[in-house]
Nanobody, 127 residues
Framework: QVQLVESGGGLVQAGGSLRLSCAAS????????IAWFRQAAGKEREFVTA????????YYADSVKGRFTISRDNAKNTVYLQMNSLKPVDTAVYYC????????????????????WGQGTQVTVSS
């Protein structure tokens, strides 16, 4: 079992930055692939980025590549999402998700393959 709690969301002006955190509890965190997804009002949930358990493989959606950076600190059971050059289109509820037991190099943008989800944190970017 993995429990996930997101934090760090808020209101920021376009061009600004935010850092989201995903704090995890549970013995399998260090063996989990962690991803961030987001869901804007009235839209489907979409993949943002993911990182393997070792942190050596990352995967980004084209829409955030070069602006967002995912990282993890297994000693702190925490994954971070650094978001720079934010745009109004980045406004959404951001969720972290964990996929366990699928191997050290497993990373996927498919939400159905993630086993545990946090409750989400709101990010609002004003123009």
């Amino acid at each position: 079992q993995v429990q996930l709690v997101e934090s760090g969301g808020g209101l920021v002006q376009a061009g600004g930055s935010l850092r989201l955190s995903c704090a995890a509890s549970g013995r399998t965190f260090s063996n989990s692939t962690i991803a961030w997804f987001r869901q804007a009002a009235g839209k489907e949930r979409e993949f943002v980025t993911a990182i393997t358990w070792s942190g050596t493989i990352t995967y980004y959606a084209d829409s955030v590549k070069g602006r967002f950076t995912i990282s993890r600190d297994n000693a702190k059971n925490t994954v971070y999402l650094q978001m720079n050059s934010l745009k109004p289109v980045d406004t959404a509820v951001y969720y972290c998700a964990a996929s366990t037991g699928k191997g050290r190099t497993f990373v996927t943008p498919l939400a159905a393959l993630y086993d545990y989800w946090g409750q989400g944190t709101q990010v609002t970017v004003s123009s």
